[in-house]
């Protein structure tokens, strides 16, 4: 299959003088439309220099970027290439812009200079996709954490894009919220055939990702599906990155005879497994 | 008592709708206090009264005795004893140099040169950044999860008595998140620190906590130890907050007919609960 973003020999550095470290290093990376690519990795690792680097808003110093073929460096595909390519972030205050939720949502469509009924259209798709329809008129300020990020992404998805990026969409979210936004992201992901790359530091919430690139100082440190991830707690460990808490209990009860399953993310997956012990 | 809220009402403006209704409550000098609600329950209004960034509409807020919605309090005494990281890192930071809005505080309490490099020093390395490397940064081109530690790092070389944190571990990678709180848990230690920890992470305000505030619509709607609002599990879930996902567990266990304690929240303490329950019907292996 064709790739959707192509990512060749990447480098990056913030600054111009020569002595500053690389923040993103010899990236190579291809996306195929339709997938679903996790990235974790400690802070500071590039992982939103990535993300900004995917739409144009940062230009790599070295190497090239591509979405849908086009190169982020072409001035006039940029344009472009940000409808097709929409980045959603962590705070959900920072993002919404109009008192009324569908106001928000029609805010991109209505600078593409779109025909109203057209726009109307996109917005009611929008909001439907993330399960916000009955807010539509709804101040987005009276909104849960949960249900502006879901507006925030609406109002990305009503671009039409192919691709979207999250940068820690749930850090500031309450649990219920978490589950909402990742809930949506796995829909638009697998019943709308949206590619998504998903940055974040809770492993939970990328059991189901396709791949998982974990970065490190700039560079890909390793590239494995979830399930080849998380059953090394040891590896987990080594890379600094997160084990859930009832993954660590599995392990751990397995450490101490019990036999049974370590590749376990939920208290229900761990009862059953603890329940066939016979 | 250390702080003490007395019948506190808020609102922004006078068209809107309350934000906190009639919360009244008490703690110590020493405790370690987890405050929880979802988003919007107002968590982050009721601890900016506390330092006294906002006035409440009505009700009074005291803090070692000494009433501060009064007019003429001294604000500026106020904040150095109590020291609040706010839930957005970004809404913190002001200096040019990482150095500078860590120092900044500590420039104020009227310390030295030197007793302030220390400080900044010190509580660099306990947020886990490289002194050397960080110490000339703008801290507005740092990544997200580094300015959160900066953020912190500016509160705690303040040195208060009473350090509130609203979401300090948000964005935090998993190793850093660890050392924060080992560091929080260590100068609370140290200092006989009052804490209170705004978190959406249940098995942290669990483990840590001495005491649960809920926050729900504006309203205190618990205010008990861990194991006793363990017990209201049902409660928590319908209020969209759940428990720790290890002590979800031993409730399944128990509801399966296993007896066995449910008011448990750290990993090793529940490992040797369930172990202990399961050895006696003799499924353990060895
Ligand atoms: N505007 C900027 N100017 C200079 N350096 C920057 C800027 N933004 C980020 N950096 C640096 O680039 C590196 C990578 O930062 P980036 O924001 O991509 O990390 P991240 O992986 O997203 O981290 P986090 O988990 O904390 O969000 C860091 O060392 C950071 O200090
Ligand atoms: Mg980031």
Redesign the pocket.
């Given at each position: 299959m064709e790739s959707l973003i192509e990512l060749k020999d990447v480098y990056y550095r913030?600054?111009e003088q020569e002595d500053e470290d690389w923040?993103l290093e010899n990236i190579d990376l291809e996306i195929t439309a339709g997938e679903f690519i996790a990235i974790v990795?400690h802070?500071?690792?590039?992982?939103?220099?990535l993300a900004k680097l995917l739409n144009g808003i940062l230009l790599p110093t070295q190497g090239e970027v591509r979405v849908g073929g086009k190169v982020t460096t072409e001035q006039e595909d940029l344009w472009q290439l940000r409808q097709q390519l929409g980045i959603v972030f962590q705070n959900p205050d920072n993002q919404l812009v109009a008192n009324i939720v569908e106001e928000d949502v029609a805010f991109g469509p209505e600078n593409l200079g779109l025909p109203s009924a057209e726009i109307r259209k996109r917005v009611d798709e929008a909001l439907r996709l993330v399960g916000m329809t009955d807010f539509a008129r709804a101040a987005p300020h009276k909104l849960s954490g949960g249900q502006k990020q879901r507006v925030a992404i609406a109002g990305v998805i009503a671009m039409r894009p192919d691709c979207l990026v999250f940068d820690?969409p749930t850090a500031m979210l309450d649990p219920q919220g978490r589950q909402e936004v990742v809930e949506t992201v796995e829909h638009l992901n697998r019943q709308e055939g949206l590619t998504v790359i998903y940055i974040t530091h809770f492993m939970e919430e990328i059991i189901n990702a396709d791949r998982i690139l974990v970065?490190a100082d700039g560079k890909v440190e390793l590239a494995a599906t979830p399930k080849e991830l998380f059953t090394k707690v040891d590896k987990l460990r080594d890379l600094a990155l997160d084990i859930p808490q009832i993954t660590e209990l599995a392990y751990q009860l397995s450490e101490s005879g019990l036999d049974i399953d370590t590749n376990i993310f939920t208290s229900t997956e761990l009862v059953e497994e603890l329940c066939l012990l016979k | 008592m250390l702080i003490e809220v007395d019948s506190v009402c808020h609102r922004y403006s006078q068209e809107e709708e309350m934000v906190l209704n009639d919360i009244s409550f008490k703690i110590e000098r020493g405790e370690f206090i987890g405050l929880i609600g979802h988003t919007g329950s107002g968590k982050s209004t009721l601890v900016q009264l506390l330092n006294g960034l906002i006035t409440p509409t009505a009700g009074q807020v005291y803090i070692s005795g000494e009433d501060i919605t009064a007019k003429e309090i001294n604000l500026k005494s106020i904040r150095e004893q109590v020291g609040l990281v706010f839930q957005y890192p970004e809404h913190q930071l002001f200096e040019e140099t990482v150095y500078d809005d860590i120092a900044f505080g500590p420039k104020n309490l009227g310390l030295s040169e030197q007793v302030i490099e220390e400080r900044v020093k010190q509580t660099l390395a306990s947020v886990n950044l490289d002194y050397q490397r960080f110490k000339e940064r703008s801290p507005f081109?740092?990544?997200?999860?580094?300015q959160r530690r900066v953020a912190i790092a500016g509160v705690l070389a303040m040195r208060p008595e009473v350090l509130i944190l609203d979401e300090p571990t948000a964005?935090l990678?998993p190793k850093t998140r660890n050392e924060v709180i080992e560091e929080i848990v260590k100068f609370k230690k140290q200092f006989n620190l009052t804490i209170i920890l705004i978190s959406h992470r249940m098995e942290q305000v669990f483990q840590l906590a001495d005491r649960i505030l809920v926050l729900e619509q504006g309203e205190l709607i618990f205010d008990c130890t861990p194991a006793e609002l363990i017990k209201e599990q049902q409660r928590l879930i319908e209020l969209g907050l759940s428990i720790p996902e290890v002590t979800k567990v031993l409730f399944a266990l128990k509801e399966r007919g296993y007896d066995l304690r449910t008011d448990l929240f750290e990993v090793a303490e529940i490992k040797e609960e369930i172990v202990k329950t399961l050895i006696k019907p003799g499924i353990l292996k060895s």
């Open positions: 913030y600054q923040v990795g802070n500071g690792s590039g992982k939103s220099t820690e970065f | 081109k740092l990544s997200g999860g580094q964005g990678d």
